[in-house]
């Protein structure tokens, strides 16, 4: 029987390494290459190629060259949604006969209901214990091991009592059958046991590869929240690569092409660029349909992209969402459109609005009615430690008969409103207040650590400490509750709106930034123009502001909340100023509505 998921899904909340809770028990999800291009559909055996997003930025500036390939889904391949297309394994290994309290080998069933001759249910999902090794690993708790550590008997068993005297874990107790021999769950969960070193999700022939590992490990449930954690990267398609055909040339053998073409020195024209299209089709590099769809277009159009796809991208995060905040801006002045090709990022400069707030400041509200989105799932962490900093990264790629890197990603369309102050190039107002006297030490302490800074996934760029300064804090708050009001609005749950919060400082210590407030969807058609339609209603939506910031529900112990350094977070909480984890990139870290009350927008 397979279980329906959806691709968004996969990227954002699953993945290589991933528990799913089937109607058969928990399942594992493994490796690509194992689970979906190691088998055949429709006798052909499937590859990446097949699937591949192009996004130059996104591979060349985060990935280290990694190449992107989406997640087909049955319909893409014509096949009865009800056929499983990727692979899953039965993890973990050991089930629980809720009937007989009897803890039991998946593989061998329950020995109580073999011998009244009842169903064998494989796991009927109660048992929801695993060995969670730090940083990286991750295996089935050996019960074995475990039951007997105290007694030290060379006693084996293929099924323990699991025996229940209370709700809490100490008055859990698990027994041998054969000696005797019994531990707790209170006793199991206190304390630390060896490492296997086990990837359960990189295993090709089903056994188990367990090279041991100099951490030490701890039980934890299958279900906690913090035992896989997925590292999720995305980055907008702007100008000037803002067009199908850009995203057609930005195929990495079509700009491996170019690339030795230039080297060679060889001569760039219309017959030269076809004869390397056509090589590459010939090599099964590119498909018939990328090559017929490139030569659609007239040679000025192609070589106009060609130079844009020959520039430089950023090296890192910060980097790359400078260049998106520049383009914005830009994009609210003069407006972004196209011609010819089809086009992935769309701002109509006569949309664009000021309006002022009640405060007296002027904002610049752009509505972005083409919106393209790419969002890649680099690998998972695993906090299962006291110290968030030995969470290191697994890496989820895997690497093809053409030494080529693939991640799994996801592409959206959808809609967006980009608001940044008015005058002065966007440049903020001069800032007062405590909570900005707070922040500020924070960020001007963290600015003279030299290294990383903090735990992973905490900054978005750990060489540097953007999220401290008091400017970015009161531009995500205040995104935070224009999201709120929004879901009001727009006819979108706060669920499915969400943000992009850009920050910018000059040498002189002067820092302006803004916000992208976007809704997205995967198809062709994207969503339909519910969140930009408000846009001449910004004006209304910036009043309220101000309002929602000073009240709470769970006031005055929300108000009372104070940014201190070491913390992440001032005055919020869900009732005010947190949203949705779906919403949010940073987690809701980085808020304070004492920010906005103290310098009113």
């Known amino acids: 029987m397979s279980q329906k998921i959806r691709k968004s899904q996969f990227i954002l909340t699953y993945g290589p390494g991933a528990i799913i809770e089937s109607v058969r028990g928990p399942r594992l999800v493994l490796n690509p290459s194992i689970a979906l291009f190691a088998k055949e559909v429709k006798g052909k055996k499937l590859s990446p190629l097949q699937f591949e997003i192009n996004h130059q930025r996104l591979s060349e500036g985060l990935l280290g060259g990694a190449r992107i390939f989406s997640v087909p889904s049955n319909g893409e391949l014509g096949l009865d949604e009800n056929i499983g297309l990727y692979d899953t394994k039965p993890f973990p290994g050991w089930g629980l006969c809720v009937d007989h309290g009897i803890l039991y080998r998946i593989n061998n069933g329950c020995p109580e209901c073999k011998r009244m001759r009842s169903i064998n249910r494989p796991d009927d999902g109660k048992q929801s214990v695993l060995c969670a090794p730090a940083p990286q690993h991750l295996d089935d708790v050996d019960w074995n091991w475990v039951v007997h550590s105290r007694v030290r008997r060379g006693c084996t068993s293929n099924w323990f009592l699991w025996q229940s005297h209370g709700s809490s874990l100490k008055d859990i107790a698990v027994k041998c059958p054969i000696c005797g021999a019994e531990v707790t769950l209170g006793e199991i969960y206190n304390r630390t046991w060896p490492c296997s070193g086990r990837f359960p999700e990189q295993e090709r022939d089903g056994i188990p590869n367990r090279p041991g590992c100099e951490y030490k490990s701890r039980i934890i449930q299958r279900q906690a929240s913090n035992l896989r954690v997925p590292e999720i990267v995305t980055l907008f398609t702007i100008p000037p690569r803002h067009t199908a055909l850009h995203r057609l040339l930005e195929n990495s053998a079509i700009r491996t092409g170019l690339s030795a073409m230039s080297a060679l020195k060889k001569q760039f024209n219309p017959e030269n660029f076809r004869d390397l299209l056509e090589g590459l089709k010939n090599d099964n590099l590119i498909s018939r349909t990328v090559y017929d769809e490139i030569l659609k277009h007239s040679w000025e159009e192609i070589e106009r992209a060609i130079e844009d796809i020959r520039k430089e991208v950023p090296s890192s995060f ?284």
């Open 318 to 601: 910060r980097g790359l969402l400078l260049e998106e905040f520049h383009e914005l801006i830009k994009a609210s002045k003069f407006g972004a459109t196209g011609t010819g090709s089809q086009i992935l990022f769309e701002v109509i400069k006569e949309d664009v609005v000021t309006v002022k707030s009640l405060s007296g400041k002027s904002f610049r509200v752009t509505p972005i009615s083409r919106l393209n989105t790419v969002t890649v799932q680099r690998g998972y962490r695993r906090f299962v430690t006291s110290e968030p900093a030995e969470a290191e990264l697994v890496d989820i790629s895997f690497t093809d008969e053409n030494q080529n890197r693939w991640l799994p990603g996801v592409e959206f369309l959808g809609e967006g409103i980009f608001i940044m102050l008015d005058g002065d190039e966007g440049w903020h107002f001069p800032m007062s207040g405590d909570s900005y006297e707070r922040w500020l030490a924070a960020y001007d302490s963290a600015s003279n650590c030299s290294g990383k800074l903090g735990s992973p996934a905490l900054f978005r760029d750990q060489n540097y400490s953007d999220e401290l300064h008091p400017v970015f804090v009161w531009w995500h708050t205040m995104a935070h509750i224009i999201i709120r009001i929004l879901s009001v609005n727009s006819g979108y749950s706060a669920a499915s709106i969400r943000e992009r919060i850009y920050f910018e400082i000059n040498s002189k210590g002067r820092a302006r930034g803004g916000i992208l407030i976007y809704t997205v969807q995967p198809g062709a058609d994207g969503t339909l123009g519910g969140l930009i339609a408000l846009t001449p209603h910004f004006g209304e939506i910036l009043s309220q502001v101000p309002v929602m910031a000073e009240r709470c529900s769970n006031d005055p112990l929300c108000a009372q909340m104070r940014f201190e350094s070491g913390k992440s977070r001032g005055a919020a909480c869900y009732a005010c100023a947190m949203v949705s984890e779906t919403s949010c990139e940073h987690r809701n870290l980085w808020l304070d509505r004492h920010i906005l009350m103290e310098n009113v927008p």
